[in-house]
């Protein structure tokens, strides 16, 4: 095998750049004419020349009065994902409320206990404590 070696080092700054880096610098260059820094004149010409760009170094002075990109960017907002449990354990607790508060209302109104929610009280505690066990058991 053979190695490749530089008969000195790389100059700082000198280290070529491919496509990829030159495309990167055009798309910066649009958000800072997007954001107004850059008017159409100067953008067109700092474009030519980040795809004229050689080395690192000739991008350095395109970008020398603009801003950092993390100074005029503000981060995404991380997207919070929804927790199918706690939506489930939320909506028995609003009508576990609702059916608190109708009995309240039935009661307050027709002055005749509401025996029409004994059923669903006895399906809501039945399937807790039945739920939990297999049915082999029965």
Known sequence: MSDISHPQPPVPGGV???TLEREQAAAALAEHFAAGRLDTDE????VREAYLAKTAAD????????PDKQHFTSEPEPVRRRDPRREAAALRALVFVVAV?????????VR??????LPIVWLVLARRSFGRRSCRAW
Do not use: N
């Open 16 to 18: 070529r750049i491919g």
């Open 112 to 117: 005749v206990p509401p025996l029409v929610f």
């Open 43 to 46: 953008f067109d010409a700092r």
């Open 59 to 66: 991008l350095v002075p395109l970008f020398a009065d603009l």
């Open 101 to 109: 508060l109708a009995a309240i209302l039935w009661v307050a109104l």
